[in-house]
């Protein structure tokens, strides 16, 4: 082989290789990614059913109800719009009424978000911060919740 | 005091660390000897300093120093020796001061045990590892201060995140900062050649060790995070493709390009420049690690830190280095000179497939961890990425690597025979496919995909003892002449070989687990039970717990097979005081077959419980396999010849031991 063949090889295998990466990246960009919305905008847009998505807020209190077997229903807000959900399984360890919370799974025709996964994060004061960025836009924002911190000094 | 005391190290560190940046340097260019020897005691002074500054952290900690604002936030006086100490580096400010140690450790390493090195290469290298410190420095001292004081001193402490309250966690970001840090080595030796314009193949021997040792940390750094994330976090997954988890992986794909680019550099003196711009993007990555983690950009479990003032600081602090280094590259590189070409099928030719593999699949992880940042800043919309993505684009850019990897060694360098390396593997392949039949005739269920993984990872492991046995020329000399062979193999063969085979022993795990796993869900009242992947799990009841800082309420099953009893798991669910949180405690079983893992939920009205169990088979292979390959790197780190300054006496050894043949 020539240098010159050589280099084609090289050069053809990068291209190749990196041809396929790129087609793969666009099409996994197209079908896996998931939208994060608040129930407010759920309520604006036209959902088609089957479509996955988050769905975050707070847990509506009191909304909480156990229903058959490991079936929990509860209610999602922010402030603004509500969207009931459904969830069958284990809750995290932090879901608690009031707190943040983002579900993921689907719209039914029912109007019932199903979710599949539910993550509540870990520090009871702490909130998503897409979670807090929505609530802040709705106007529910609670401030930062926590102990005030004596004052500092060097 | 105490605190005083580490601050003030802290700042005399900046100090000897912004010497120890231009004096060499000067050193250097004005070819001054005295002033390029300044390198040395500074880089071990830098060490000794912030070495002062963590252990005076330290003992604020052990000692509960609650008048220092950060241990107040993340200790508790009734926290456990043990997560004291750890509690060191579980928060922003202490885990950027352990940045800085290792970073000066590292530095300092160099210094002490480089006495070989070309002065002048020795002095660049200490002159740019010192500017990395000096930006970190400046970083700690004006943003996060972890001595800070408190006035009055509050009671008691705040305590530490329970979910990090575990041996796996308090070990796991030491190792994994000495991975991350560890490739400012191969970095700064990039830029010092760069510096100097001049580079060979004695620079790849002198960067390998270095990089090698940085792999090693890393590989064990994430597998324990992995594992702690797989028995803590109760979801019993092991890898989540979380942008946390994806900012530590890049820097070990691009480190594992680097070690395999350098390995050509040294053997053939080729791929030079490739080489360093592989040195450069490997800490650039590590550097965006570090950002990505603590700058708070993340919507992420270790995303502490939500303060702009620190996250544009760091970002500052990379788009110098970056910046800079590839502004350097694109500067002094075409003053390098190229190394010459090989054949397509050779060596050198699969090492660059390799690299070509590496850094696409990391290419691909990179778009996937920032495209939501990018999608977010742009348009406002929040998405996120999660396991599909990763598992349609890195997947398959990895799996055709798999295939090739036992190739690789069976190549000759500059022209290699595919064919006869084929003919040497027809045993490797054989077993892969007898192994694939038998677990497609015996699991007739499951994705029809994961009989080939399993293929996939007994053909890597053969790979290894074909590699082997091709070295020694098994069965074509006599076997004394074998076992002689064998013992004059540098170790860096076997460990490559053992490297390799752990890759094969994970993906077995990676895909037995993924394919075979089972779950359920139900509601269990005590007195009840429920079977899984042959196991019987009976509910024997709740019973509370005391702790040391927290209480918990303790499940008991009571798990038997075919009758025949086998253990008894007791999950359960930590309240902790203190912290005002809660965290839930996996049940697990491990066996060679697989994990036996159950979690409680919560209690319903009735009395019954909700429990998740779930069968993982063989899912600790995926830890071992890591384990193999961080004992493969470091059988590869003991060989002699990568030792610098040891060829010399390993060759005039041989002679010796030649002239007594």
Known sequence: MTRKQRRGVLIGTCLVVLGVAVGLVLYAMRDSIVFFYAPSDVAEMQMSPGQRFRLGGLVETSSVVRGEGTTVRFVITDGAKTLPVTYTGVLPDLFREGQGVIAEGTLEPDGVFHADNVLAKHDENYMPPEVAAKLKTQGVWRGEAGAAAPSATN | MIAETGHYALILALGVAIVQMLVPLIGTHYRDPKLTAVAVPAAQAEFILIGIAFIALMTAYVTSDFSVANVWQNSHSAKPLLYKISGVWGNHEGSMVLWVLILALFGAAVATFGNNLPRQLQANVLAVQSSIAVAFLLFIIITSNPFMRLDPAPFDGEGLNPVLQDPALAFHPPFLYAGYVGFSMAFSFAVAALIDGRIDAAWARWVRPWTL??????????????????????????????????????????????????????????????????????????LMGTFLVRSGVLTSVHAF??????????????????????????????????????????????????????????????????????????TGEKISVGAPFFNLTFVPLIVPLLIAMPFGPLLAWKRGDLLAAAQRLMTAAIAALAVMILVLAVNQHGPWLAPLGIGLGIWLIMGAPTEIAYRVKLFD????????????LPRATFGGALAHAGVGVMVIGLVSTTAWRSERIELLAPGESLDIAGYDLAFAGVAPRQGPNYSERVAKFVVTRGGEPVTELTPSKRAFAVEKSATTEAGIHNSWRGDLYVVLGDQLKDGAYSVRVYFNPMVRLIWIGALIMFFGGGLSLSDRRLRVGAPKRARSKMAAAAAVE
Not at chain 2, 478 to 488: L, T
């Open chain 2, 213 to 286: 040792a940085a792999w090693m940390c890393l590989t064990i750094g994430i597998a324990m995070g992995s594992w702690w994330a797989y028995y803590e976090l109760g979801w019993g997954g092991f890898w989540f493709w979380d942008p946390v988890e994806n900012a530590s992986f890049m820097p070990w794909l691009a480190g594992t390009a680097l070690l395999h680019s350098a390995l050509v550099m040294e053997k053939r003196d080729a791929l030079k420049v490739w080489t360093i711009l592989l040195a450069i993007i490997t800490f650039s990555l590590s």
């Open chain 2, 305 to 378: 830190a939500v303060d702009p003032a620190r996250g544009v600081f760091i970002l500052a602090i990379m788009g110098v280095f970056i910046g800079g280094a590839f502004a350097l590259f694109a500067w002094r590189a075409p003053l390098l000179s190229q190394g010459g070409l090989f054949a397509p099928i050779s060596r050198e030719g699969s090492l660059v497939l390799n690299n070509l593999l590496l850094t696409v699949a990391c290419a691909a992880v990179l778009v996937g961890t920032l495209y939501p940042l990018a999608l977010e800043a742009i």
């Open chain 2, 477 to 488: 000399v006599s076997g004394s002449e074998s076992w002689r062979r064998a013992r004059n």
